[in-house]
T-cell receptor, first 113, second 114 residues
Framework: GESVGLHLPTLSVQEGDNSIINCAYSNSASDYFIWYKQESGKGPQFIIDIRSNMDKRQGQRVTVLLNKTVKHLSLQIAATQPGDSAVYFCAEYFSSNTGKLIFGQGTTLQVKP | SAVISQKPSRDICQRGTSLTIQCQVDSQVTMMFWYRQQPGQSLTLIATANQGSEATYESGFVIDKFPISRPNLTFSTLTVSNMSPEDSSIYLC???????????FGPGTRLTVT
């Protein structure tokens, strides 16, 4: 069935280092892949998306890479800051399921000062 | 963007009772969504609520258990009926504004059923 999963449940990095959060997906029909950030006690917040026909997209301090050959998605955060500490979810969307996001299990990012 | 508020922020309820969660958006939106997030878990879509039509429920969720209202373009409610401890979760509403996949979430309602 459809599934989006994450490799590591917890990632601990030193402040200032780069973080890489990984995600595996199984549905090749997805149109978009999206990363959300959820801070403690809050709802998820959209970070960045990538269309399925792209392999890289950059935002402010974040880069998303898509490898369709191995069905792998990653979120790279440059110069990780304490405010980046949160749970990160990847999600996939395909237009045949209008409005429906399928979320992965989440990775907790801990930033050590 | 959109700013979303939810009420209540948390509640502790007894089994067998019902709780209605409110979701208010600061602008008119077509599509609203209700999710459940069990402790330490990911988000699972319960239903999509469009104004003027019946909500569309995902597999495993039924209207009798989770009735939804969508009276206008800025407001929706989700009721958790005949609650059991298994319903203890965070319930989140979200909206899509410009694209279906960029959703804005409320802060969630933390429900504990005893």
């Amino acid at each position: 069935g459809e599934s989006v999963g994450l490799h590591l449940p917890t990632l601990s990095v030193q402040e200032g280092d780069n973080s890489i959060i990984n995600c595996a997906y199984s549905n090749s029909a997805s149109d978009y892949f999206i990363w959300y950030k959820q801070e403690s006690g809050k709802g998820p917040q959209f970070i960045i998306d990538i269309r399925s026909n792209m392999d890289k997209r950059q935002g402010q301090r974040v880069t998303v890479l898509l490898n369709k050959t191995v069905k792998h998605l990653s979120l790279q955060i440059a110069a990780t800051q304490p405010g980046d500490s949160a749970v990160y979810f990847c999600a996939e969307y395909f237009s045949s399921n209008t409005g429906k996001l399928i979320f992965g299990q989440g990775t907790t990012l801990q930033v050590k000062p | 963007s959109a700013v979303i508020s939810q009420k209540p922020s948390r509640d502790i309820c007894q089994r067998g009772t019902s709780l209605t969660i409110q979701c208010q958006v600061d602008s008119q939106v077509t599509m609203m969504f209700w999710y459940r997030q069990q402790p330490g878990q990911s988000l699972t879509l319960i239903a999509t609520a469009n104004q003027g039509s019946e909500a569309t429920y995902e597999s495993g969720f039924v209207i009798d258990k989770f009735p939804i209202s969508r009276p206008n373009l800025t407001f929706s409610t989700l009721t958790v009926s005949n609650m059991s401890p298994e319903d203890s979760s965070i319930y989140l509403c979200s909206v899509s504004v410009s694209t279906y996949y960029e959703q804005y979430f409320g802060p969630g309602t933390r429900l504990t059923v005893t």
